[in-house]
């Protein structure tokens, strides 16, 4: 049976719908395609048209009644959020360092006496399958209640080869159960495990030599990402890794200059990664050499924010020309949420992007970091339908009123998912 679902009359529209091909830089990250009085019809999960309320009505006239009719008078619609940059399979929590961290310690400090993602992944490792799927649905329902319709999730909380597996089959387990899509990246590469401590060169090769090869056999991971970062992964082990993984079909992406300038952005231009992440401390030879290659730059503000760091520099890196994604960087130690309506905020706050390119950034370009713009991240026909409705009229309300969910409803391949 076909299932027709009709949104019409929504305030405004953003369909973030353009001429241009791959991902947006400088002023296309401004081009939100906005329609007012908007109408979309999603037929059996994709989108079959969009425009004005009175086009689609000329248009559909002799099949719109048998459509689910959604009235969204005084609301804004767009395209179901894109959060291309989680960790978010793990088990347990650590308040406790967030505790030690007010008075005092640092992120690293902790990490290096075996907190940090230490912890973490002793207590992955400890997690059953139950637990660990179960806990992570948890987050799941949170992201889609702020109207997350895809994320990627990354492993790297089992730093051995049973935990990594256990981590990316609860993911694929969690694809089936849960309406989110889920993008799976390897990340062996996180941090070197207690038991390979001073043999940081045998875990490499460990990676490269077991892991590698049996995610990339059972198709557990569409990308790879490595923490290239001063006392975790030199850059010279990242490209290897990287390189690696990339001839087993892994694309490349990297957490780069989070806590120091160690210069993770040449290791991405260098094997081509799709997307660059944190980037935190990124110069400005930094920004040109990811303009050039190309590379999308992932910013995160929410983990700049709890680690008390300044936030990348958004406003500069957009005006170098590099083509920019935010995401929320779920985690338990730097970035414990799940709210990409707060990131876009804290995108506008604390790195300057307008409105208009942190809406982009949360959608469309996240789309492209996750190589799936051909099928979300803008309503456009033949796109799926997932979509969110907002309890504001304007795209720029969603900024200006920080910190609060606007969410009203989500729809995923056109089935409603949320409804408040
Ligand atoms: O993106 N930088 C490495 N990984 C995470 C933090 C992981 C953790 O602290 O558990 C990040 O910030
Ligand atoms: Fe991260």
Same mark, same amino acid.
């Given at each position: 049976m076909t299932k027709l679902l009709w949104i019409k009359h929504a305030a405004q529209l953003a369909t973030l719908a353009t001429k241009e091909v791959g991902p947006r830089r400088k002023k296309e990250m401004s081009e939100l395609g906005l329609i007012e009085n908007g109408s979309i019809l999603v037929r059996n999960g994709i989108? $079959?048209?969009?425009?004005?309320?009175? %086009?689609?009505?000329?248009? @559909? !006239?002799?099949? *719109?009644?048998?459509?689910? =009719?959604?009235?969204?008078t005084n609301h804004l619609i767009t395209p179901g959020l894109v959060d291309s940059h989680t960790h978010v399979v793990f088990a347990g929590s650590r308040e406790q360092e967030f505790e030690m961290r007010l008075s005092g310690a640092t992120y690293m400090e902790i990490m290096e006496s075996g907190g940090g993602i230490h912890a973490t992944t002793r207590m992955t490792r400890a997690a059953s399958v139950d637990e660990l799927l179960e806990q992570t649905m948890k987050r799941l329902d949170s992201f889609l209640a702020h109207g997350v319709t895809t994320i990627?999730? &990354?492993? #790297?909380?089992?730093?051995?080869? %049973?935990?990594?597996? &256990? /981590?990316?089959?609860?993911? &694929?387990?969690? /694809? $089936?159960? @849960?309406?989110?899509?889920?993008?799976?990246?390897?990340? #062996?590469? @996180? !941090? =070197?495990?207690?038991?390979?401590?001073?043999? !940081? %060169?045998?875990?490499? $090769?460990?990676? =490269?030599?077991?892991? *590698?090869?049996?995610?990339? &056999?059972?198709?557990?991971?569409?990308? /790879?990402?490595?923490f290239c970062e001063q006392g975790v992964f030199t850059k010279e082990q990242a490209m290897r890794i990287l390189e690696a993984g990339k001839k087993w079909g892994l694309l490349p992406k990297i957490h780069a200059d989070e806590i120091i300038s160690y210069g993770g952005v040449e290791v991405a231009a260098r094997v081509g990664a799709i997307s660059a992440e944190h980037l935190l401390k990124t110069t400005k030879e930094g920004m040109k050499a990811l303009a050039r290659a190309g590379t999308i730059a992932c910013l995160l503000p929410a983990t700049a924010l709890f680690l008390h760091e300044e936030a990348a520099k958004g406003r500069e890196i957009i005006d170098a020309g590099v083509p920019v994604a935010i995401s929320t960087d779920c985690n338990p130690g730097s970035s414990p949420t799940t709210s990409m309506p707060l990131v876009m905020n804290l995108a506008c706050l604390l790195m300057r992007l307008t409105p208009r390119e942190a809406l982009t950034a949360a959608t469309f370009n996240g789309a492209c970091a996750l190589n799936r713009e051909k099928c979300i991240g803008s309503l456009e026909v033949g796109k799926q339908g997932d979509v969110v409705m907002w309890k504001v009229k304007d795209y720029r309300e969603l900024q200006y009123q920080f910190g609060v969910n606007h969410v009203k409803s989500v729809w995923k391949k056109g089935v409603q998912v949320v409804n408040k």
């Open positions: 989108i $079959q048209d969009v425009g004005r309320t009175d %086009e689609l009505e000329a248009r @559909h !006239a002799d099949h *719109l009644e048998e459509a689910t =009719i959604v009235d969204a990627e999730a &990354k492993s #790297g909380y089992g730093l051995d080869l %049973e935990t990594e597996l &256990k /981590q990316l089959r609860v993911l &694929k387990r969690l /694809q $089936q159960e @849960h309406p989110i899509d889920l993008v799976p990246t390897f990340m #062996g590469a @996180h !941090a =070197i495990p207690a038991e390979f401590d001073s043999r !940081a %060169e045998e875990y490499v $090769q460990f990676i =490269i030599d077991v892991m *590698l090869p049996i995610i990339a &056999k059972e198709r557990l991971a569409e990308f /790879q990402d490595v």
